[in-house]
């Protein structure tokens, strides 16, 4: 995936006080924006106290909330880790977009004076 990513990652509050495990959670995480500089990570650190909205167990919304606030691009694609995309995934995406625009761009109006009862019209088209 070429495009910008932004990855929102869960931690238990308990876990990140251990330096080792929080050692052993954080050095993956390094890898993954070391091979992949468009990936912008945030941490969710689940259970402090200084977040008082976050009161789930497994906060899905605010962590959804938090991915979407650093998002500075026009379209979204959200994914849960469980989903593992294709690998053209990139290019279905932006083709589907082109497909839509297209689209949008051209109205179709049913009209009785011609025989196939069908007229494309582009849509900034002054009829």
Known sequence: WPDPIVLV????????KDITVRSILLDPIADIVTNCPQMKVLLHIHGSDDDPADSSSYPVNVMRNKGLDAVSTSHILIMDVDLIPSADLSHVVKDNLMDQIAIANHSLIASGGNEKGIEEIPINAVV
Do not use: A, M, N
């Open 9 to 16: 990652v869960y931690i238990p509050h308990d876990t990140i």
